[in-house]
């Protein structure tokens, strides 16, 4: 099984709005990513959680906070968003430690901001 | 240091003829690379990878790619397009062999199939 599950599919919100989004892996991965892609683009990395720690954060704005709470779990909590940042956002699971690192996307979550 | 440039944005072909989309990468270590690929509004679905095993990498769906250190490239063909073949396909490379290595996607080749 290389499924990595994202919720919600959709989600539209304000600019006052807090909203988290959900990424879930069970395939014993002990990484996990968070990227965001605009239309017509590739996704771009904005966070690398390796083992529960981040690890790598792409001068990422803080009104993105990405949370690990165990290794199939993560999480990005949004606040005080903008309207440039209705995206794609994208999860994806790998390995992780020092093997030959394949990463597993999930099914992204589309999300608008009004 | 790494890049990929992926040499066509669009290519388009004809139901049944071959396809051949086109990476060019540079990498300051033995790489790994990748294609990916995404249909409109999903997420992205690993075609098949290099790791440093055999230079000939055969995917799903009909995909292979060859890496060919001297031309530094890893491009992808299929003998015969399919029409759920249309999509957006990524080239990635990943230097190292962690998950804090760089990952570097390509900007994408749109693949077309005309009926």
């Known amino acids: 099984d290389t499924e990595v599950t994202q919720t919600p599919k959709h989600l539209v919100m304000g600019m006052t709005n807090k909203k988290s989004l959900k990424c879930e892996q069970h395939?014993?991965?002990?990484?996990m990513y968070w990227y965001k892609q605009k239309a017509k683009k590739p996704p771009e990395l904005m966070f690398v959680?390796?083992?529960?720690?981040?690890?790598i954060n792409e001068s990422v704005p803080s009104r993105f906070s990405p949370e690990c709470p165990n290794s199939s779990l993560l999480n990005l909590h949004l606040h005080a968003l903008q309207p440039e940042d209705s995206a794609l956002y994208l999860c994806?699971?790998?390995?992780?430690?020092?093997?030959?690192?394949?990463?597993?996307f999930g099914p992204g979550t589309r999300l608008t901001v009004l | 240091a790494q890049s990929v440039t992926q040499l066509d944005s669009h290519v388009s072909v004809s139901e049944g003829t071959p396809v051949l989309l086109r990476c060019n990468y540079s990498?300051?270590?033995?790489?790994?690379l990748f294609w990916y690929v995404q249909h409109p509004n999903k997420g992205l679905q690993l075609l098949l990878k290099?790791?440093?095993?055999?230079?000939l990498v055969k995917g799903i769906n009909g995909f292979e790619a060859e890496f060919k250190k001297s031309e530094t490239s890893f491009h992808l063909t299929k003998p015969s397009a399919h029409m759920s073949d249309a999509a957006e396909y990524f080239c990635?490379?990943?230097?190292?062999?962690?998950?804090?290595?760089?990952?570097?996607f390509g900007s994408g080749t749109r693949l077309s199939i005309r009926p």
């Open positions: 994806a699971s790998s390995q992780g430690g020092l093997a030959p690192d394949t990463q597993y």
């Open positions: 990498s300051s270590y033995s790489p790994s």
């Open positions: 990635v490379v990943r230097a190292g062999y962690s998950s804090a290595s760089k990952i570097i």
């Open positions: 290099y790791t440093s095993a055999a230079t």
């Open positions: 959680y390796s083992y529960e720690k981040l690890s």
């Open positions: 395939m014993g991965h002990r990484a």
